[in-house]
RNA sequence: GGCGGUGUACCCAAAUGGCUAAGGGAGCGGUCUGCAAAACCGCGAUUUGCCGGUUCGAUUCCGGCCGCCGCCUCCA
């Protein structure tokens, strides 16, 4: 049974999607004005391992992921820099799915641009107009929440406890009410705009997500993803102006990632914490690695990113790689069956079992771990058979589709391997100097030697 | 101020009203190895922020205190 922590209800909760066999998925996606940073992808991860899971569950998946490319940043950045928004947020949008397939994250089935869908964000506003729940105030578009009474409900915000004025910007557009917001802006000098039905004007930020969500999922999605600071007002707005228009509840399972802090404080520009990808790469981690460390903290509990823990991680997933490079280069010539199968199962349906439990990582990777240390004690007594070996590799990838940390090895060039046989000749004569000689002249070239009884294993060093 | 989270070994991090408080990393000792690497074996919390309560029994439930963190700003 699949449970997990509904932000709505405040508890876990038992998952049953609309359709049997179908899951429907939205996750806010990045606003293009910058290159993501690893909060960023810590909350894309998270529902990267949300749907690789429920893959693995069995369902098929509809899950759409918004590209903001029009709003305040993104226009402002583009006008300092010279650009027009299109080919402003063309560049980062495209550094965004590069950094994607770098981490390995899955790509989802529906990637709707803000821009490609004004239409129908101005239908959206429509109805809601049509339902007397907006108002218009200097040409732009209002949603009057007094209309609407189950605003307040996911996040628990106490309108009446608000602040009137006090961290508001009112001055930029005129509203009747503090709390309420914008749908449509009206045009301002300079800026990008569409000419719609409400005038020359563009969309307020909230409205995208409804707008798209719908349009591709329908009224009603099962499971909505984003990071904590979305709760309000973000997501709370997107439920009143889905709900608003609908009349239908617009989401049943609404997921949260909490926050990553990097060396135990908010990232931030003025600390000079605030890494983008880029910057990890930069600084020697892996790819994997920094998957692995964002993945293995679980999804509703702050995670802090600190060297150590990069270490850490890098370790962790070396030691996956190398016992499933291990695995698959056994040669078993064991016919006896030591009964390995039957004693390595329970920790795959206990991987599994841990996930159903709001995808309860940690035991599930300890799970993991238990696996593989209870092989290498099959390999090293030899009690491995050919059949055992085809479960392994069964069962390791059917985890890592889910985990998506595991490499096949790149090939060597015939220059190291040359090298590699010359020492090889050079231990077998005793000349050990040399074959250190040579040992090292490979690592300067990028590649580890390790022996085994059954020869030299060459890897490429990360 | 309002709302929420959290405090478990050197670091990261599970779990449970009572059986030895998972797992990873780092460390130490050993096996293997020409050396190394990988792998294997062994070692670490008399104890779960502090104080009190409930209970035969609490790290787990309740209350208080302290610490840390987040949201309340178009920040994932």
């Known amino acids: 049974m699949i449970k997990f922590y509904n932000s709505l209800k405040k508890k876990l909760e038992k998952f049953s999607p609309i359709e049997e066999k179908r899951v429907k998925i939205y996750s806010c996606g990045p606003t293009v004005y910058d290159y993501a940073h690893i ?34 940043k993104t226009i402002h950045k583009a006008q300092r820099e010279g650009k027009s928004l299109q080919q402003f947020t063309k560049e980062y949008t495209e550094a965004f799915f590069h950094d994607l397939r770098t981490l390995n994250i899955e790509e989802v089935e529906f990637y709707p641009r803000a821009t490609e869908h004004i239409d129908d964000m101005v239908r959206l506003i429509k109805k809601l107009e049509r339902k007397e729940l907006t108002y218009i105030s200097e040409g732009s578009v209002y949603f009057n929440i007094s209309r609407f009474r189950k605003y307040g409900n996911l996040s628990g915000v106490d309108l009446g406890g608000m602040k009137k004025g006090s961290r508001v910007d009112h001055d930029e557009y005129k509203k009747d009410d503090i709390k ?39 009224p009603t999605l099962d499971i909505h993803t984003g990071g904590v600071d979305l709760i309000f ?39 000079n914490n605030f890494f983008t990808l880029r910057d990890l790469l930069k600084k020697g981690y892996t790819p994997r690695a920094i998957r692995y460390l964002l993945l293995s903290v679980h999804y509703r509990k702050q995670l802090n990113f600190t060297e150590k823990s990069a270490k850490a991680a890098t370790a962790a997933v070396l030691k996956i790689q190398n016992f499933y490079d291990t695995v698959k280069e056994l040669r078993p010539d ?20 841990e996930l159903e439990n709001d995808l309860n990582i940690s035991p599930a990777l300890a799970s993991l771990f238990d696996f593989i240390h209870m092989t290498n004690r099959f390999i090293i007594e030899q009690k491995i058979t050919e059949k055992d070996k085809g479960f392994i590799l069964k069962t390791l990838k059917r985890i890592d589709n889910i985990l998506g940390i595991l490499q096949e090895k790149e090939s060597v060039p015939e220059e190291v391997l040359a090298l590699v046989n010359e020492r090889e000749e050079a231990r077998k004569s005793k000349d050990f100097k040399k074959a250190d000689r040579i040992r090292d002249e490979v690592i300067k070239k990028g590649f580890v030697i390790e022996d085994t009884k059954e020869g030299a294993r060459v890897k490429k060093i990360e």
């Open 39 to 72: 909060g960023n992808f810590r909350s894309y991860i998270f529902s990267d391992l949300l749907r690789r899971f429920l893959k693995y569950k069995g369902y098929k998946i509809s899950h759409v992921m918004n590209i903001t490319d029009v709003d305040d």
């Open 180 to 218: 309420d917001f914008v749908l449509w802006k009206a045009k301002k000098q300079g800026e990008p705009f569409w000419n719609t039905v409400y005038g020359e004007g563009r969309p307020g930020w909230h409205i995208e997500c409804s707008a798209m969500s719908m349009k591709y999922l329908g």
């Open 233 to 271: 007002p973000h997501h709370e707005n997107e439920i009143a102006q889905s709900e608003g228009a609908t009349g239908k509840p617009f989401v049943r399972y609404w997921l949260h990632c909490a926050h990553l802090i990097v060396e135990g404080e908010k990232m931030s520009k003025s600390k």
């Open 334 to 353: 064991n016919k006896k069956n030591h009964g390995v199968q039957n004693k390595l199962r329970p920790f795959l349906i206990n991987f599994d079992r």
